[in-house]
């Protein structure tokens, strides 16, 4: 039987699990977490990748975690209202197909339905691989050595596969510009609703996911240098510099900063490689191809790659992993430029713009022109039919 280690227990690596597992191939996930987490700001899933989920046959459980944002509110810097949409009028997202649901729920449901047939390991991590013509030798960091036919990178940005395998991050890594921080804060009564507040080159964010009591923040702003990882008390100090003086919402964003302890720090950026696979070890999802969540299809993209790829290593054509999901992968990255110009906005001029825009956003978006590249992207890809692939439901 063919063995496969999947190094991470997010979203790409369940998923590849599932598949792998539905195919018949005996499958180790390892993930460097306690357990999957469970946190969660919303994500997206979007075009083909609602077709994957279908076909793993947790679509309606995802519809029943669909929080239906209904509302998307631009503030000035002053904290005043200048347009107000809904989210697919920006998206281009199909109405009662896309989904959006908080990213641990999605998490949860993937680790459910593979849970009894893979085996996780939890709190490890790989330290070591070797590959040989008919094998992978894999040490870890807590557990005993063991060899693989396979190994998959299913772990995110800074992935600790693609180190091994492929070499520094540096390599791949390509920074958009902008740094942020995310984090929850009580939720002052929005309900299914986002407001962004814009100065040039600075966003702040608040996301109601439905009515529950927290909402999620985000502090982003532009930086010709990528910071680099640092403390919780540096990043504090970094983003409240960025946002001083700017009124409206941002000042209790930045307070609330202060006092929150999940802070999420890191760059908005992309991950390029002109090859995901190197001999027996692949890469899949944010490790392989991130588009960053200016693009809103990081999820989609982690979603369909493990289905193709499964598909393809069943089949024993992996490099067709490659050719099928580049060109769809190169589009959905292509989203971040015009998203980034679109979220956040770096001069006055382009402020003023794309304020006149966003208040147009309603009326245009009838016209089926705004939305339709990102409509595009996201549906760019037809999965390739693999035996065993098409029904839909729960397959034990
Ligand atoms: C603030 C924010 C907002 C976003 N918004 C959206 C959005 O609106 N829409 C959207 O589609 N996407 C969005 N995304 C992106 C989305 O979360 C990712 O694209 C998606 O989760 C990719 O899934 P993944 O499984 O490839 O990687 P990840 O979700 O990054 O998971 C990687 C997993 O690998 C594990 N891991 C890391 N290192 C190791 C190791 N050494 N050993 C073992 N395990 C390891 C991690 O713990 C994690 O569980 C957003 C991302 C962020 C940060």
């Not at 700001?41 to 669909?66: E, F, K, N, S, W």
């Not at 640092?230 to 919402?249: C, D, K, N, P």
């Amino acid at each position: 039987m063919t063995r496969v280690l999947i190094s991470g227990a997010s979203v790409a690596g369940p998923a590849l699990a599932y598949w792998l597992h539905r195919y018949g191939i005996d499958v180790t996930v390892v993930e460097k977490a306690g357990a999957v987490r469970s946190g969660g700001y919303p994500i997206d899933v979007r075009g083909t990748a609602v077709d994957v989920v279908d076909r793993m046959g947790v679509l309606p459980q995802l519809r029943a975690a669909h929080i239906d944002t209904q509302r998307i509110s631009v503030l000035n810097g002053a904290g005043k209202t200048v347009a107000a949409f809904g989210p697919d009028d920006l998206t281009g997202g199909q109405p009662g197909q896309d989904l959006e649901l908080p990213r641990g729920e999605l998490t949860s449901i993937l680790y459910a339905q593979t849970r009894d047939r893979v085996e996780y390991v939890f709190n490890d991590s790989i330290a070591t691989l070797t590959q040989h013509a008919d094998r992978v030798d894999v040490t870890f960091d807590v557990g005993g050595p063991r060899s693989f036919d396979y190994v998959i990178g299913a772990d995110g940005l800074h992935s600790n596969t693609r180190r091994l395998a492929f070499g520094p991050e540096r390599d791949y890594h390509h920074y958009l510009g902008y740094c942020f921080a995310g984090f929850a804060v009580p939720n002052p009564g929005l309900a299914q609703e986002a407001i962004l507040q814009n100065t040039p080159g600075r966003l702040s964010a608040l996301y109601a996911v439905g009515k529950q009591p927290w909402v999620h923040a985000l502090l982003a702003f532009a930086s010709p240098e990528p910071a680099r990882r640092q403390s919780v008390e540096e990043v504090r100090e970094l983003v409240g510099r960025a946002f001083a003086g700017i009124g409206g919402e941002t000042p209790g964003l930045v307070a609330a900063l202060r006092d929150a302890d999940d802070i999420y720090f890191d760059t908005v950026s992309q991950i390029r490689m002109p090859n995901w696979i190197n001999g027996r070890v692949i890469l899949a999802g944010d490790a392989a191809y991130a588009p960053s969540f200016l693009s809103g299809q990081g999820t989609s993209l982690a979603l369909a790659g493990a289905y193709v790829l499964a598909g393809e290593l069943r089949n024993g054509t992996l490099p067709a992993y490659e050719t099928t999901m580049r060109d769809y992968v190169t589009r959905n990255q292509a989203l971040a430029d015009s998203a980034g110009i679109g979220i956040l906005p770096r001069s006055q001029a382009q402020l003023w713009l794309r304020n006149q825009a966003f208040r147009l956003l309603p009326l245009l978006s009838r016209t089926n022109l705004v939305g339709r590249s990102a409509r595009n992207a996201a549906t760019h890809l037809t999965l390739p039919e693999y035996a065993n692939s098409t029904a839909r439901g729960d397959r034990r």
